[in-house]
């Protein structure tokens, strides 16, 4: 696992916990050229504040503190 996936994970595990104290989860699928793809999972599927919960949260915090990263996608 390279570095920048390694602080992907690990930024991704300490929000993890209230995702899934809504209800959700999530699951980094793959990190590639920047881009961290994610699948979001339980009531975070379709949920009408992914956009912001993906956008200004999720995303925000790793651009900010990976050296790298560019944007977070979510896949289905």
Do not use: F, H, W
Request: proline share 3%; net charge negative; glycine share 10%.
């Amino acid at each position: 696992m390279d570095e920048t996936r390694e602080q992907v994970m690990s930024l991704i595990e300490k929000v993890r916990p209230y995702l899934i104290r809504d209800g959700g989860d999530i699951e980094v699928v793959n990190v590639e050229d920047g881009i961290v793809y994610v699948r979001m999972l339980g009531a975070c599927d379709g949920c009408i504040a992914l956009d912001v919960t993906l956008k200004q949260g999720i995303e925000t915090m790793l651009l900010e503190n990976v050296p790298g990263v560019i944007a977070v996608i979510d896949v289905d």
